[in-house]
């Protein structure tokens, strides 16, 4: 049971009410409503305008580059060349262009080869992999709907250290992506890890904030998200990049959502801190 002042508590009613929301996108009145303060965040370097904490930055270019290159003679350049190959074919021939999400999984399947499997970046991050089909996070896992939505979350990540309480997601959606409007599911995937997180015994006794760091795939258009909640003014924040392509052949663009799945975490999340403020 989380403590009596716990931010899990009005994560857990936020919830409620981004479920119940009649769309699929929240406009500004919308997250005004929510108490949810959005700001633009630079992709390359994290840096924002607003005066709130930085909690994560993505992995450094110039060590990723080393990175990959000391890897690449483990990586099948074949299959990943396979896997990148996809045409605008007609659907009954080719599954992976019936729609956005499911050209998402192209991506998806040539950043699991070397995020995971044969280059194995993510064992040079502070982050280990964490997805499974079961525990406090199992619902996540299927494919979610409100109405026609489509989306799920793949590549649920959690840092190395016991004592930071940051997690890392990808959500493949099916929305044609907006820079003006926040998606439904990126803020469910967020605020979900977030209460989940601060829910745990081992996590919310200690911490009084769980940064969550949310990268969204819908067809070959991604974007960040890095979300916390301010256990003061009871406002979540949420800082998003603008939309960035990851085209069908491995570039920059992969490397730059590869760079914030393999995020670094940082900033004071604990309890301590905030002591003696009371939730409003």
């Given at each position: ?16 009410k ?15 409503v ?12 994290g840096?924002?305008k607003?005066s ?5 930055t993505?992995?450094p ?21 396979n896997a ?14 019936i729609?956005l999400?499911d050209?998402?999984?192209n ?20 982050y280990?992999?964490?997805?499974s089909?079961?525990?406090?996070y199992?619902?996540l ?6 109405g ?41 995937g ?24 949310v ?15 301010d256990?003061?003014s ?10 960035f ?33 009371a939730?409003?």
């Open positions: 049971m989380a403590p009596k002042n716990s931010p899990f508590y009005p994560l857990r009613d936020l919830l409620k981004i479920c119940n929301h009649p769309s699929t996108r929240f406009s500004s009145a919308d997250l005004e929510l108490r949810i303060d959005v700001t633009d965040m630079d992709a390359e370097t840096k924002t607003d709130w904490p930085q909690y994560a993505p992995f270019k110039g060590r990723f580059e080393s990175l990959l290159e000391e890897r690449s003679a483990c990586i099948d350049w074949n299959e990943l060349r990148q190959d996809y045409s605008d074919a007609d659907p009954e021939e080719n599954p992976f262009d729609d999400f050209r998402a999984y991506t998806e399947h040539y950043l699991r080869i070397l995020l995971y499997r044969d280059a194995e970046l993510i064992k040079w991050s502070a280990q992999y964490k997805g089909t079961r525990g406090p199992e619902h896992f299927s494919t979610n709907r409100f026609r939505e489509r989306w799920e979350i793949h590549g649920l990540l959690e840092a190395r250290d016991p004592s930071k309480p940051h997690m890392t997601c990808l959500i493949m959606h099916d929305s044609n992506p907006d820079e003006e409007s926040l998606f439904r599911c990126e803020l469910y967020a605020v979900s890890l977030m209460a989940g997180r601060l829910g745990a015994p081992q996590y919310g006794r200690q911490n009084a904030i769980a940064p969550i760091i990268c969204t795939l819908a067809g070959d258009q991604a974007r960040i998200i890095q979300a916390h909640f256990p003061v009871c406002h979540l924040i949420v800082r998003k990049t603008k939309g392509t990851v085209p069908r052949v491995v570039n920059e663009g992969s490397f730059l959502l590869l760079r914030w799945m393999m995020n670094e975490p940082c900033g004071d999340t604990l309890a301590s801190t905030y002591d003696g403020l939730l409003q």
